[in-house]
């Protein structure tokens, strides 16, 4: 009897093993090797099957799997201002570098650096107290208000350039504004020496008004100081944009670092309780390792940024939940250089961003270099929860032939192809 009980036993263990063999979770591949075909319909959410590298990515970087529905996507329209006078594009008036726009008193307003000088720029060598080096040299900050944002009434000097030697007695340049308790306050850089002589090497500046008319009172400080020998930031702090979060002044800004052989720009962050400071930098700097300038925006909780030109992550458009780790969320194409959003919330201290559908920007070099100037002009977006435009979402776009010519080859270039051309031909004689 107790033989058969085993002998019972040992084939319900044995049931037992092999229907635990079954169950046996299979491996990747073995789950790869029998799942069916990816579902012709994009899911809306990641489905649940073991997806490639860039499935992956396409479900966990983005805000939604189609550009179409990604909140932070968008295309970019451009609008030629009314109202601004270039003296025929000769290179003697230019504005650039636009600030945010902001909407007081019944209308925008938009604050800009304003070069009129008696010649076009003419580089550092031949540069002196009326010639200047840069487009950006021997400027003042200027101002202009619209009620449509597409045509704007010029309203003159807002900052001029302080007297020797006090910081931006050279150039005052590249400013932003923000509003902090009933005062108004224009940001920007102090250059005390002719852009190229060492390199464009500046700190920040601020004054600061009881009306966006002014008038302007300088502080007369350095407001956030260049980073100490050998750090990143240890020769420029440029682009100061600031926003409201958490309480405080969040200043983004933009530094020239590395030079091997060009300038690496990267982006980092300073923090102040009070509009004067002081400012403490974020010990995570730079907190954007990629774009020319600075563009950011309260977006949801956190913070998103345009992210154009430079770096390895160019024309992106980035988010940090916490205003400090950013993600890329969306990839995109002729973004806005120097762009000053629109942005209505960027001081209400807001958990719940909105986002932007209109600024201002600038276009360098808008004639030749020989006339180097820049001109201010208008773009619109969809990058906000409040507007649904598909138009500017469509990323299927054509351009003629024309638009790729003029990104052609230059003579370096044409003559290293026909030198290549000329060896061949003689190793295949």
């Known amino acids: 009897m107790n033989r058969d009980f085993s002998i019972i036993l040992l084939m319900i263990f044995s049931m037992i093993m092999w229907g635990c063999q079954d169950n046996v979770a299979p491996t990747k591949e073995e789950a790869v090797a029998t799942q069916k075909g990816f579902p012709f319909w994009l899911p809306k959410e990641k489905p649940k099957r073991t997806l490639s590298a860039a499935m992956e990515r396409n479900y966990d970087n983005y805000m939604a799997p189609r550009p179409e529905d990604n909140e932070l996507y968008s295309q970019f329209k451009y609008t030629e201002l009314k109202g601004f006078d270039y003296h025929g594009g000769d290179g003697t008036i230019s504005r650039r570098d636009p600030s945010k726009v902001i909407y007081e008193n019944g209308k925008y307003y938009v604050w800009y650096t304003y070069r009129h000088t008696s010649t076009s720029p003419k580089g550092a060598e031949k540069s002196n107290d009326t010639i200047p080096s840069t487009d950006w040299d021997l400027a003042e900050i200027w101002y202009a208000t619209s009620t449509d944002g597409f045509t704007w009434e010029e309203q003159g000097v807002a900052v001029p350039r302080p007297p020797k030697p006090r910081v931006g007695w050279r150039s005052v340049t590249t400013t932003d504004i923000l509003k902090w308790k009933g005062k108004y306050y224009l940001y920007y850089q102090g250059f005390m020496e002719a852009s190229g002589k060492r390199g464009d090497d500046c700190p920040v500046a601020v004054s600061y008004a009881d009306s966006p008319d002014g008038p302007w009172t300088p502080h007369n400080e350095v407001v956030i100081a260049n980073g100490a020998e050998g750090e990143w930031d240890q020769y420029s702090i440029h682009d100061p944009y600031p926003i409201v979060r958490d309480g405080k002044i969040w200043i983004y800004y933009k530094s020239d670092a590395d030079g091997d052989p060009r300038l690496v720009r990267m982006q980092g962050l300073a923090i102040a309780d009070d ?112 507007v649904n435009d598909p138009a500017m979402k469509q990323h299927n776009n054509y351009y003629k032939p024309e638009f790729y010519y003029r990104h052609g080859l230059n003579r370096e270039q044409r003559e290293r192809i026909l030198a290549a051309n000329q060896d061949m031909k003689q190793k295949t004689k």
Request: charged share 15%.
């Open 275 to 386: 509009p004067l400071g002081p400012f403490e930098k974020h010990p995570l700097n730079p907190v954007i390792t990629s774009g020319h300038e600075t563009t950011l925006f309260p977006f949801e909780q956190g913070v998103a940024a345009l992210v154009i030109k430079d770096g390895n992550e160019h024309f992106t458009i980035q988010y940090a939940p916490d205003g400090v780790n950013f993600e890329i969320a969306a990839i995109t194409s002729l973004m806005p250089t120097a762009a000053g959003p629109y942005v209505p919330d960027a001081f209400t201290n807001t958990q719940n961003g909105r986002g932007i559908t209109w600024g201002v920007s600038h276009i360098t070099n808008a004639t030749t270099w020989a006339q180097n100037h820049a001109v201010l002009l208008r773009f619109d977006c969809d990058l906000s929860l409040d």
